[in-house]
């Protein structure tokens, strides 16, 4: 009986702020259109999602960025007078699609419209909505930092004139990094979670996962070829740094995918097969740290040689390239694009060992040709 009256009491919200909308006037910052589609696609009813309003959403963000401050607006107003999970879920899983969208404009944004970072559903006691206001504040701190991140690399290509040097890449595989750190945070933790919108939710924060991961390790690919003779050693010690990291996320990965498997994430059924990293590769790096020291220790050595103006030969240990033929070469991480996976309940078969600590995906080429699904379609 709780249950129906607290979805009655939802709908006839959502009933009362569309008739609202109806009498506002189209501006520079209000698009009636634009809020009621937002509206049904943030409705309070937990046990659907508006695909079609949802799509009419990305339909306007591509089609004008004069709408992205009508869009900015709507949120905003939406999401700050809510105390709902059911539509502050439903409103980071639009934004989620939004940025998905890759649009120039977005980059305007820089940071989420509102503030979800505390959380706290008011219309249940916090014994029954803390896991629902846990994953509500770790899936909003994913998304304001991923919308910084992709504001940056919009803007980044905007000034490239050059490719990018060691230390840049290294920064940006750094970053993915921390992305990857925080998707990982994201997760069902209560019992009474289990329900088709949190989900969904999961859906799309797996594909997410997907997408990132892959863009680390076809950086780092990409990064280690340039690890050769004459690197500094900043640079290698930065490499190693970072490919221990990825080592140490692929065991991550692996007992997340898991988790979801065993909650019922469908998406985390479809994942790649996974292979470690070889250990000659990080071996390579660290022969060439420590070639460098040797190089450093020579010419100190040599320095007091030529003061003592005696000559001794001092054989140099050179490096080596880092990249073997084991490394699968990643197509370019801005490759990543969504368009095959259907909505259905058919998926590929993988053959998964968990107990891998996966970087490289060998089965197939590291981008991944699919959607978020459902809300977050294209």
Known sequence: MMKLWKRASGALKDRKSLFSISFSRKTSVRNPDLDS???HATSHDDLSVDYHNA??????VRSSPANLKPLVHALSSRVNRTRSWIVAVKALMLVHGVLCC???SLQEIRRLPFDLSDFSD?????????GFNAFIRAYFSFLDQYAFFFSEQIRGRGKKTQEDSVDQELERIQKLQSLLH??????????????TLILEAMDCVVLEIFDVYGRICSAIAKLLIKIQPGAEKAEAVMALKVVKKATSQGGDLALYFEFCKEFGVSNAHDIPKFVRIPEEDIEA????ING???KEETKDEQEEVEEEKSIILVERPEFKTIITDKWEVFEDDLCFTCKDIKETDQHREYNVDPSLLPLIVI??????THTLPDLITF
Do not use: C
């Not at 799509?55 to 306007?60: M, S």
């Not at 990982?184 to 329900?195: D, H, S, T, V, Y």
């Open 102 to 104: 890759k649009v120039t």
């Open 285 to 288: 790096i660290e022969k060439a």
């Open 363 to 368: 089965d197939e080429p590291v981008y991944f």
């Open 122 to 130: 008011g219309h249940s006691r916090p014994s029954k909505t803390w």
């Open 292 to 294: 460098v020291e040797e």
């Open 37 to 39: 589609a937002i509206i």
């Open 55 to 60: 799509h009419r959403v990305y339909k306007w």
């Open 182 to 195: 925080m998707l990982l945070q994201i997760r069902p933790m209560a019992e009474n979670m289990k329900k």
